[in-house]
């Protein structure tokens, strides 16, 4: 039996940038940070030796490959070469279309588990390249690249997509105090809405391809995306907070299915009570609002969010890993 997992993941900045119609135009660059919430992948070995046997919302017993409704284990299967015989089941800590990367981290914890059933090693470079090539290429999905990555690598990083297709990553060295800090001003809290990212992906492509004002916006993410890494470097949380306001302001405007009236009422009340500054998680339409607090401002926030649910979490730092092999 194998039990793999791969992190979600929040991102602060530079979201669309990540995706092909803008960083083949110009190099893209995202900052995000693994959470120590995760998606989970067990293999074992199925009875029948003649059956593929998946269990996730569904259950699925098929004789082929090509028979598997799921897109993403009936790709990953074949991608791998697997063999019936096998069983596989996925349990993740949040749900699907929340805005936290999910499908990308289960890709990249199926992968591992795959390569680990083979009894073969995947550096994290190679679960991510893969892991891209599954959802962007086979699969045709409308997303980027940088669920992936973070999934794969865990801790903070800042990535560049660069004009070429290469990807590079560079791990945030943060101090003691400051990954301290950082945890303690971020706050999670659900919206309660459920979305497809594909939806709003796809419409930001769209928008970057026909209007050069949306294309810039996303530009402008970058580099502030740039200046947020520095400011993390530094240690100023401060100003990193009200730099993710800057960005949430840039971002709204790249689509009008981003945010919402009832979002926007939502974040205006969160910084009225206290909050610095924030961001839907992910595409945007729905999931998670990631807030940047001081935790003096805290409860304040909180009484303000009551009718949400908030979620408490700390960063991951080992990525995608196997975490029982036997």
């Given at each position: 039996?194998?039990?793999?997992?791969?992190?979600?993941?929040?991102?602060?900045?530079?979201g669309?940038?990540?995706?092909?119609?803008?960083?083949q135009?110009r190099?893209g660059a995202?900052?995000?940070?693994?959470?120590?919430k995760y998606?989970f992948?067990?293999?074992?070995?199925?009875?029948n030796a003649?059956?593929?046997?998946?269990?996730?919302t569904?259950?699925e017993l098929?004789?082929h490959v090509d028979e598997?409704?799921?897109?993403?284990l009936r790709?990953?299967?074949r991608?791998m070469g697997?063999?019936?015989?096998?069983e596989v089941?996925?349990?993740?800590?949040?749900?699907?279309?929340t805005g936290l990367?999910s499908?990308?981290?289960?890709s990249?914890a199926?992968?591992?588990a795959?390569?680990a059933?083979r009894?073969?090693?995947?550096p994290k470079e190679t679960?991510?390249?893969e892991?891209c090539?599954?959802e962007?290429?086979k699969l045709?999905?409308?997303i980027?690249?940088?669920d992936?990555?973070?999934?794969?690598?865990?801790g903070?990083?800042?990535?560049?997509?660069?004009?070429?297709?290469?990807?590079?990553v560079?791990?945030l060295?943060l101090s003691t105090a400051?990954?301290?800090?950082l945890e303690s001003n971020?706050m999670?809290?659900f919206t309660?809405?459920?979305?497809?990212?594909?939806a709003v992906?796809s419409?930001?492509?769209?928008t970057?391809?026909?209007?050069?004002?949306?294309?810039g916006?996303?530009?402008?993410?970058?580099?502030l995306?740039?200046?947020m890494r520095?400011l993390?470097?530094?240690g100023?949380?401060?100003s990193?907070g009200e730099a993710?306001?800057?960005?949430?302001e840039?971002?709204?405007g790249?689509?009008?299915?981003i945010?919402?009236?009832?979002?926007?009422?939502?974040?205006?009340?969160a910084?009225?009570?206290?909050a610095?500054g924030?961001?839907?998680?992910?595409?945007?339409?729905?999931g998670f609002l990631?807030?940047?607090?001081?935790?003096?401002a805290?409860?304040?926030?909180?009484a303000a969010?009551a009718?949400?649910?908030?979620?408490e979490?700390r960063?991951?730092?080992?990525?995608?890993r196997?975490?029982?092999a036997?």
């Amino acid at each position: 039996m194998i039990v793999s997992c791969a992190p979600f993941r929040v991102s602060f900045a530079g979201g669309g940038s990540d995706i092909a119609q803008f960083y083949q135009r110009r190099r893209g660059a995202v900052l995000s940070c693994a959470i120590a919430k995760y998606a989970f992948v067990v293999v074992h070995p199925f009875f029948n030796a003649s059956k593929y046997h998946l269990k996730y919302t569904r259950t699925e017993l098929v004789d082929h490959v090509d028979e598997v409704q799921h897109p993403i284990l009936r790709e990953a299967l074949r991608m791998m070469g697997i063999e019936p015989g096998i069983e596989v089941v996925s349990v993740a800590d949040i749900p699907s279309g929340t805005g936290l990367g999910s499908s990308s981290s289960f890709s990249v914890a199926l992968l591992n588990a795959l390569h680990a059933h083979r009894r073969a090693f995947a550096p994290k470079e190679t679960l991510a390249s893969e892991a891209c090539t599954l959802e962007i290429e086979k699969l045709g999905e409308p997303i980027g690249k940088q669920d992936q990555y973070a999934a794969a690598y865990g801790g903070v990083n800042f990535i560049e997509f660069e004009p070429h297709g290469g990807v590079t990553v560079q791990p945030l060295p943060l101090s003691t105090a400051t990954v301290a800090a950082l945890e303690s001003n971020l706050m999670l809290f659900f919206t309660g809405g459920q979305r497809d990212a594909r939806a709003v992906l796809s419409h930001q492509v769209n928008t970057m391809k026909t209007d050069e004002a949306a294309f810039g916006r996303i530009g402008q993410m970058v580099d502030l995306a740039y200046g947020m890494r520095d400011l993390l470097l530094a240690g100023d949380l401060d100003s990193f907070g009200e730099a993710l306001h800057r960005g949430w302001e840039l971002k709204r405007g790249v689509s009008n299915m981003i945010s919402s009236s009832s979002i926007d009422a939502l974040y205006d009340r969160a910084r009225a009570a206290g909050a610095i500054g924030g961001k839907l998680a992910g595409a945007g339409g729905g999931g998670f609002l990631l807030l940047y607090c001081p935790p003096h401002a805290q409860p304040k926030v909180r009484a303000a969010m009551a009718e949400l649910q908030s979620m408490e979490f700390r960063l991951d730092w080992g990525g995608a890993r196997i975490a029982f092999a036997q």
